[in-house]
């Protein structure tokens, strides 16, 4: 099937570990996502990478690193985690065809910092 | 910078009746405006959007939004709710140009009573 896909789709960890989220896409977008939503269900965009080049990067502690290894993969690498950590996290991806940006979601994964 | 606001964090409606989710928005650009869904433990999925040209944009599941300029509103509605539609429903504005962010409302739970 064509979609977004993030992996694991649950994580629970102690405060202080080092965890990934994995993220791919075989739509053949260009651009790619990450929005935490948190226990009161607010999305917000935390970075944003085109062909594998970072162009949003939101006021994000810098514990949070994302890696784009390719147009078809943005990881999210989360250094020293803490209580305030825990919240779902979505991937996305688009195409800036025509600049119309519609963006297509992953499952989300549940983070939970113990 | 733009912003949207959904007026009622939940919106309760018998089956079978009209479901009008309200959502306006300010854009310093002509803006483009997304309905998005989120069914539980769900990612969230497009139900329409409106870039140019007709200003009623029709979705999935029989829902439909209304872009008003000069009322800054894009509602949603449905002329007859089902059980099946109950969800988290988020409208979400983005800027015509560039590399644009997508910034979203802090959703409305819509509750439908059988």
């Known amino acids: 099937d064509t979609a977004v896909s993030q992996t694991p789709k649950y994580l629970v960890t102690q405060m202080g570990n080092d965890k990934s989220i994995k993220c791919e896409q075989n739509l053949g977008h260009d651009t790619m996502y990450w929005y935490k939503q948190d226990s009161k269900k607010f999305l917000k965009i935390m970075f944003s990478y085109n062909n594998k080049e970072l162009i949003i990067n939101e006021t994000v502690p810098n514990r949070f690193s994302p890696k784009s290894p390719d147009k078809a993969h943005l990881n999210l690498h989360i250094n020293s985690l803490e209580l305030g950590d825990s919240a779902v996290y979505f991937c996305?991806?688009?195409?800036?065809?025509?600049?119309?940006?519609?963006?297509?979601f992953g499952p989300g994964t549940r983070l939970t910092v113990l | 910078a733009q912003s949207v606001t959904q007026l009622g964090s939940h919106v309760s409606v018998s089956e079978g009746a009209l479901v009008l989710l309200r959502c306006n928005y300010s854009?310093?650009?002509?803006?483009?405006l997304f309905w998005y869904v989120q069914y539980p433990n769900q990612g969230l999925q497009l139900l329409l959007k409106y870039t140019t040209g007709a200003t009623l944009v029709k979705g999935i599941n029989g829902f439909e939004a209304e872009f008003k300029k000069s009322e800054t509103s894009f509602h949603l509605t449905k002329p007859s709710a089902h059980m099946s539609d109950a969800a988290e429903y988020f409208c979400?504005?983005?800027?015509?140009?560039?590399?644009?962010?997508?910034?979203f409302g802090t959703g409305t739970k819509l509750q439908v009573i059988p």
């Open positions: 979400a504005v983005s800027d015509s140009g560039g590399y644009q962010k997508v910034t």
């Open positions: 996305a991806s688009s195409l800036l065809e025509g600049g119309k940006d519609t963006q297509y």
């Open positions: 854009s310093s650009v002509p803006p483009y």
